[in-house]
């Protein structure tokens, strides 16, 4: 049990890393390998977007192949990746090597549970999906931090470098110390997997080039035209399918449904911000790398501290109160920012915004798997999961390319007040994504969430920012 809970917590560990470390690193790689913000964009995306989309192949792929062999091959996928990243000479070849990444991590990601929960007695397995979701929070609450210290005293290729000798010392012991394990024998979705990989990147590929080519341009129009086409051909496939990627009955509940919508819509404010906002603290605050990190805690550490109030709220009140309440403090929170934000602000004019952005993300993680779990069906709640995080990665690659399509339409690099100029806008944009949002969560039917005995009867993803 021991060596299972500290593998997998480990693995997990490096791809929720991966989410948020390389934001205070992008200053630093825009200097050393040029680019514009386009490639910066890129850099996260390619991420995102191939984790958002492969997340339940990976599960499907353990299922078929054996749950051990597909969590090695993951975790060699996302060591590789990590490797040819740190070498990596120029964008087009760090964007690569980070896409990479992201594939490692959707195959080895939702293994971790499902390895887990094999190894761990029922009755152990509370304290061991928490101590496994408390290290993942902790990495989602370091990225910036691990990010910025790295780069500042070594340099920005060290926080990919880092993960190599991690990933290779995980390897012998994921093979000599987890039980080989397959599920139902369940088929891949090929056909749903390329369409929906073809069409969102068309959508996102479209966003990102937009203000650069002209939004009337033919590239463009075509990402978003044939994008939403690939889309809407991916839920006729899903419709007709017997073994679905992403069953769309799931969304005949009403719950499933404005919990989801919810879930991408606050992942798109708030992965977004996070973007641009590490960029001005260092480009316009003048902070170093280290510095940068240390000043976004209040925000992205917050969760550590107030997730457990919001748990004991949720068991008490329902999860609907308090995720609307969340994402409605979120919301403020991206607003107060752009009402103060000048390029000469104080760090201490900051504060109060990011600490209720910190308390709105809190309240909103914490009870959110447990709405997910009670939307569906026991025997649904793992496809459910693994749909809602699929969903969540997703929002915030659209956010990555939504609201720098917003900032750099108003703004640029050239000067803080331009830099400025165009960040105040996007987190207007922002904080209206995620109040709605906040009107998804309430649409929630009101009823309690489920009990602790039957959330802990399946694994359940937690929230991967």
Request: aromatic share 8%; net charge positive; proline share 5%.
């Amino acid at each position: 049990m021991v060596w299972a809970l500290v593998i997998t917590s480990l693995a997990g560990f490096m791809a929720a890393l991966d989410n948020l470390v390389v934001t205070t690193a992008l200053p630093a790689i825009r200097k050393d390998l040029g680019g514009g913000l386009s490639d910066l964009e890129w850099t996260v995306s390619a991420y995102t977007l191939t984790f958002a989309v492969l997340l339940m192949t990976g599960a499907a792929l353990g299922d078929r192949f054996g749950r051990r062999r597909m969590f090695l091959t993951g975790i060699a996928v996302f060591t590789a990746g990590s490797a040819a990243a740190a070498l990596a000479p120029g964008m087009g070849e760090l964007i690569a090597a980070r896409a990479a990444q992201g594939v490692g991590a959707a195959i080895l990601m939702p293994l971790t549970l499902t390895l887990l929960t094999a190894a761990v007695p029922a009755e152990r397995r509370g304290l061991a999906f928490g101590i496994w979701g408390a290290v993942n929070g902790l990495a989602v609450a370091t990225g910036p931090l691990i990010g910025g210290t790295v780069v500042q005293h070594i340099s920005w290729q060290w926080i990919f470098w880092l993960n190599v000798p991690v990933g290779l010392a995980l390897l012998p012991f994921a093979r000599l110390r987890l039980a080989e394990s397959r599920g139902a024998g369940s088929r891949l979705d090929i056909p749903g997997t390329v369409l929906a990989s073809a069409g969102l990147f068309g959508i996102v590929y479209a966003l990102v080039r937009g203000n650069t080519d002209g939004w009337t341009s033919a590239w463009v129009l075509t990402g978003l035209t044939a994008g939403a086409a690939l889309l809407a051909a991916f839920v006729g496939w899903e419709l007709r399918t017997r073994t679905p990627m992403l069953p769309m009955r799931l969304f005949r509940s009403r719950a499933f449904s404005a919990v989801n919508a919810a879930s991408l819509l606050m992942f798109l404010g708030m992965f977004g911000s996070i973007f641009l906002l590490s960029q001005f603290l260092q480009g316009v605050g003048g902070y170093s790398p280290m510095q940068a990190g240390v000043r976004m805690l209040p925000w992205t550490g917050m969760p550590m501290l107030v997730a457990p109030i919001a748990g004991i709220l949720s068991d008490r009140i329902g999860g609907r109160p308090v995720v609307a309440l969340g994402l409605v403090l979120q919301a403020a929170g991206l607003a107060m920012f752009a009402l103060i934000l000048s390029p000469d602000v104080s760090y201490a004019a900051q504060v109060p915004a990011l600490i209720v952005c910190g308390v709105g993300m809190a309240l909103f993680f914490a009870p959110t798997a447990n709405l997910v779990m009670a939307s569906v069906a026991t025997h649904e709640q793992g496809i459910a999961s693994g749909a809602n995080n699929a969903l969540r990665e997703l929002g915030g690659a659209l956010g990555v390319a939504v609201l720098s399509a917003v900032f750099s339409a108003r703004g640029g690099y050239t000067s803080g007040q331009s830099f400025t100029d165009g960040l105040v806008p996007a987190l207007w944009t922002g904080s209206a994504a995620i109040a709605l949002a906040a009107v998804a969560a309430l649409l929630i039917p009101r009823r309690r969430t489920a009990a602790p005995a039957e959330a802990e009867s399946a694994p359940v993803l937690q929230p991967v920012a």
